[in-house]
Protein backbone atom coordinates (compact mmCIF):
# COMPACT_ATOMS: atom_id res chain seq x y z
CA UNK A 1 0.00 0.00 0.00
CA UNK A 2 3.14 2.29 0.67
CA UNK A 3 4.87 1.72 -2.67
CA UNK A 4 0.95 2.78 -4.30
CA UNK A 5 0.63 5.82 -1.95
CA UNK A 6 4.38 7.60 -2.62
CA UNK A 7 3.13 6.21 -6.66
CA UNK A 8 0.25 8.55 -6.27
CA UNK A 9 1.88 11.24 -4.73
CA UNK A 10 5.15 10.86 -6.88
CA UNK A 11 2.34 11.26 -10.36
CA UNK A 12 0.71 14.10 -8.75
CA UNK A 13 3.54 16.01 -7.94
CA UNK A 14 4.84 15.89 -11.83
CA UNK A 15 1.71 16.50 -13.03
CA UNK A 16 1.91 19.62 -11.22
CA UNK A 17 5.33 20.59 -11.66
CA UNK A 18 4.46 20.35 -15.35
CA UNK A 19 1.50 22.56 -14.93
CA UNK A 20 3.09 25.24 -13.39
CA UNK A 21 6.28 24.80 -15.93
CA UNK A 22 3.91 25.34 -19.00
CA UNK A 23 2.14 28.28 -17.34
CA UNK A 24 5.72 30.29 -16.85
CA UNK A 25 6.47 28.97 -20.28
CA UNK A 26 3.33 30.72 -21.70
CA UNK A 27 4.51 33.87 -19.96
CA UNK A 28 7.50 34.31 -21.48
CA UNK A 29 5.91 33.42 -25.33
CA UNK A 30 3.44 36.37 -24.75
CA UNK A 31 6.96 38.31 -24.65
CA UNK A 32 7.47 37.43 -27.82
CA UNK A 33 5.75 37.81 -30.91
CA UNK A 34 4.46 40.62 -29.76
CA UNK A 35 4.78 44.68 -30.13
CA UNK A 36 4.30 46.37 -27.15
CA UNK A 37 3.45 50.22 -27.22
CA UNK A 38 4.74 52.20 -24.01
CA UNK A 39 1.78 53.71 -21.91
CA UNK A 40 3.41 54.93 -18.81
CA UNK A 41 7.07 55.89 -17.64
CA UNK A 42 8.24 56.57 -14.11
CA UNK A 43 10.22 59.57 -13.77
CA UNK A 44 9.90 62.93 -15.88
CA UNK A 45 7.96 65.45 -14.56
CA UNK A 46 6.38 66.48 -18.20
CA UNK A 47 3.13 65.19 -19.38
CA UNK A 48 3.84 61.43 -20.87
CA UNK A 49 1.97 63.21 -24.00
CA UNK A 50 4.71 65.94 -23.44
CA UNK A 51 7.15 63.71 -23.64
CA UNK A 52 5.57 61.71 -26.84
CA UNK A 53 3.53 64.58 -28.66
CA UNK A 54 4.20 62.77 -32.00
CA UNK A 55 4.90 58.77 -31.63
CA UNK A 56 5.22 56.34 -28.39
CA UNK A 57 8.25 54.47 -28.16
CA UNK A 58 7.55 50.68 -29.31
CA UNK A 59 9.28 47.48 -28.49
CA UNK A 60 9.73 44.13 -29.79
CA UNK A 61 11.57 41.32 -28.55
CA UNK A 62 13.48 39.09 -30.76
CA UNK A 63 14.00 35.72 -29.53
CA UNK A 64 16.47 34.45 -31.88
CA UNK A 65 18.92 37.28 -32.06
CA UNK A 66 17.90 38.15 -28.18
CA UNK A 67 18.10 41.79 -29.43
CA UNK A 68 14.96 44.37 -29.19
CA UNK A 69 14.37 46.72 -31.41
CA UNK A 70 11.40 49.35 -31.95
CA UNK A 71 10.85 53.30 -32.19
CA UNK A 72 12.16 55.21 -28.81
CA UNK A 73 9.74 58.32 -29.54
CA UNK A 74 11.69 59.50 -32.69
CA UNK A 75 13.99 57.11 -33.50
CA UNK A 76 14.67 53.74 -34.17
CA UNK A 77 16.87 51.56 -32.06
CA UNK A 78 17.99 48.16 -31.10
CA UNK A 79 19.71 46.88 -28.13
CA UNK A 80 21.16 43.22 -26.81
CA UNK A 81 18.80 41.54 -24.24
CA UNK A 82 19.08 39.36 -21.22
CA UNK A 83 16.72 37.11 -20.45
CA UNK A 84 16.73 34.45 -17.36
CA UNK A 85 13.07 33.41 -15.65
CA UNK A 86 11.80 37.28 -14.81
CA UNK A 87 15.08 38.52 -15.18
CA UNK A 88 15.51 40.83 -17.75
CA UNK A 89 18.27 43.57 -18.98
CA UNK A 90 19.21 45.09 -21.73
CA UNK A 91 22.75 46.20 -22.97
CA UNK A 92 23.81 49.17 -24.62
CA UNK A 93 21.52 50.58 -27.64
CA UNK A 94 22.92 49.94 -31.25
CA UNK A 95 23.10 52.96 -33.84
CA UNK A 96 20.08 54.54 -34.58
CA UNK A 97 18.23 56.73 -36.57
CA UNK A 98 19.17 60.78 -36.02
CA UNK A 99 16.02 62.29 -36.47
CA UNK A 100 15.40 65.34 -34.01
CA UNK A 101 12.16 65.24 -32.15
CA UNK A 102 10.10 67.68 -29.82
CA UNK A 103 9.40 66.47 -26.33
CA UNK A 104 12.81 64.78 -24.51
CA UNK A 105 11.02 61.63 -24.21
CA UNK A 106 13.32 59.52 -26.49
CA UNK A 107 16.69 60.12 -24.06
CA UNK A 108 14.39 58.87 -20.94
CA UNK A 109 13.43 56.06 -22.63
CA UNK A 110 16.72 55.18 -23.27
CA UNK A 111 17.77 56.00 -19.60
CA UNK A 112 15.06 53.74 -18.13
CA UNK A 113 15.73 50.81 -20.46
CA UNK A 114 19.26 50.91 -18.83
CA UNK A 115 17.95 50.45 -15.02
CA UNK A 116 15.36 47.37 -15.91
CA UNK A 117 16.29 44.29 -13.47
CA UNK A 118 13.23 42.49 -14.31
CA UNK A 119 9.78 42.19 -16.34
CA UNK A 120 5.97 40.75 -15.77
CA UNK A 121 2.86 40.37 -17.61
CA UNK A 122 -0.09 41.96 -15.59
CA UNK A 123 -3.76 40.28 -15.57
CA UNK A 124 -4.60 42.50 -18.26
CA UNK A 125 -1.65 41.72 -20.26
CA UNK A 126 0.26 44.40 -20.04
CA UNK A 127 4.16 44.09 -19.79
CA UNK A 128 5.94 45.89 -16.81
CA UNK A 129 9.59 46.39 -16.57
CA UNK A 130 10.85 46.60 -13.32
CA UNK A 131 13.80 47.92 -11.37
CA UNK A 132 13.77 46.03 -8.22
CA UNK A 133 10.12 45.97 -7.28
CA UNK A 134 8.97 49.24 -8.67
CA UNK A 135 7.64 49.36 -11.71
CA UNK A 136 9.88 51.80 -14.37
CA UNK A 137 7.65 51.20 -17.48
CA UNK A 138 4.21 49.62 -18.68
CA UNK A 139 3.57 48.61 -22.30
CA UNK A 140 0.44 47.30 -24.05
CA UNK A 141 0.03 44.95 -26.95
CA UNK A 142 -0.22 46.94 -29.88
CA UNK A 143 0.36 43.86 -32.80
CA UNK A 144 0.87 40.54 -33.47
CA UNK A 145 3.96 39.43 -35.05
Known amino acids: MK ?35 LEYISGPRIAFEGLYPNKK ?12 YGNNGCNGYSAPYTLSG ?12 M ?8 QQFLQQMKKIT ?3 IDVDGKLILNQG ?8 KVAKQ
Do not use: H
Request: charged share 20%; glycine share 8%.
Open 57 to 68: PQITFDQKETKV
Open 118 to 120: SYS
Open 3 to 37: KYTLAVVSVLTLLLTSCMATKDSKGSANLYDTTWE
Open 86 to 97: KSLTFGEPGPST
Open 99 to 106: MFCDGGGE
Open 133 to 140: DVAMMRFK
